[in-house]
């Protein structure tokens, strides 16, 4: 085998392989480097993709340790401070891959045309731990874009990574951990004394709705009662019903599961409350780490979402709109993964639509204030 074909060989299998065998391929990398001389910017290709698989393999340790807190079930309270450290790392982490990134700018179009030759069908596509964080954080597949026609998963064929991925499917993934535990809030659901029982309700729900109305009617319908010219009477009137119908999504379960359905949304209607109430009470004492956590999480889809579209910015430069060596469309299809679909709690970002002044808000009775002042 020569050289060239060495080369070839290395860069499909690079991804692959466990962190020992990343250092081993390195190492010959570099000796292939001295010993033929290669193209200079090689030696920056092999410690990039280096660096990255071993952060990745951090990222995954710290991630595991956050599922298995949260899939106890009771999560300890006293154990969400553990949490957001951890998220906290992660975020972190991938901040520091972003600004990776940079560093593979600084080599010219030029320079990388001269060996991307020697990378054949070598590609991102094959990283396995990137793959079994997605899955892990709860990317379904039928939100993910095929490229070639095929699914994300043809690329590996030995049966230890078919295993791995298949298990990473399976396994609860944070989101769904997440959504559970935002199911059970405290003080979302109440109980009401009737005459023929105590019954069960959301509170949030049922006070939120009053609070929502009172506000539209005051914004839109007393505005356009005193609005004088018709053509800014019937705009604010107008507006007011396209408002009433974007919060009956979240009011009406129906509504909401059937945009469940559809993939866009992803958190129960229980859980969606959940969050909202965490997010409309962040300065109760039970709901200061709760806050923190889905604060979190919501940085963690952004930092995820400006490396994808920082990775097609590259790749644009790069090679312009040349197909990628892992036979995808190359700049266009990874831009294409830079979107709301590919981001996994973008419900919780998307609760300042359904935020109104504080002055509306309604207020928590005794009982709820006592609940969310104590961890007991």
């Not at 018709?230 to 509504?255: G, Q």
């Not at 430069?317 to 831009?335: A, C, D, E, F």
């Amino acid at each position: 085998m020569n050289i060239c074909s060495w080369i070839r060989f290395l860069m499909r299998n690079f991804l692959k392989v466990s962190n020992t065998g990343i250092l081993l391929m390195m190492n010959i990398f570099l000796l292939l480097y001295i010993k033929v001389n290669l193209i200079y910017e090689l030696k920056s290709i092999i410690h990039f993709f280096s660096a990255y698989e071993l952060w990745f393999k951090q990222i995954i340790f710290e991630l595991d340790s956050i599922r298995d807190l949260l899939a106890k079930p009771v999560v300890d309270e006293r154990r969400l401070l553990v949490i957001v450290q951890r998220l906290q790392r992660i975020n972190l982490i991938w901040k520091l891959l972003n600004d990776q990134i940079t560093v593979l700018e600084t080599m010219a179009p030029t320079d990388f045309i001269d060996f991307r030759g020697y990378l054949s069908t070598a590609s991102g596509f094959q990283s396995v731990q990137f793959r079994l964080f997605e899955n892990k954080l709860g990317l379904s597949e039928n939100l993910r874009i095929k490229f070639n026609q095929q699914k994300y998963d043809y690329l590996f064929t030995d049966s230890d990574t078919k295993e791995k991925i298949k298990k990473s499917v399976e396994e609860p993934s944070l989101l769904k951990l997440i959504n559970a535990w935002l199911e059970r809030t405290p003080g979302l659901v109440t109980c009401e004394e009737t005459e023929n029982g105590s019954k069960e309700y959301n509170y949030l729900l049922k006070e939120y709705e009053k609070s929502v109305n009172q506000y539209l009617e005051d914004t839109y319908v007393k505005a356009a009662q005193e609005e004088t010219n018709e053509e800014d009477r019937k705009s604010l009137l107008d507006e007011y019903k396209k408002t009433l119908d974007a919060f009956a999504t979240i009011f009406d379960k129906e509504k909401h599961d059937k945009l469940v359905e559809r993939g866009e949304r992803k958190l129960s209607h229980q859980a969606l409350w959940g969050a909202l109430m965490i997010w409309l009470n962040r300065d109760e004492p039970r709901f200061h780490l709760p806050y923190q956590m889905l604060s979190l999480l919501t940085d963690l889809d952004a930092f995820m979402n400006r490396w994808r579209y920082n990775h097609a910015l590259l790749a644009q430069r790069q090679v312009g709109n040349k197909s990628g060596t892992g036979g995808s469309s190359g700049y266009s299809y990874l831009r294409s993964t830079a979107s709301d679909r590919y981001k996994i709690f973008n419900d919780i970002v998307n609760l300042s639509t359904w935020l109104i002044p504080r002055e509306y808000l309604p207020t928590l009775n005794e009982d709820l204030k006592k609940r969310l002042n104590t961890f007991e």
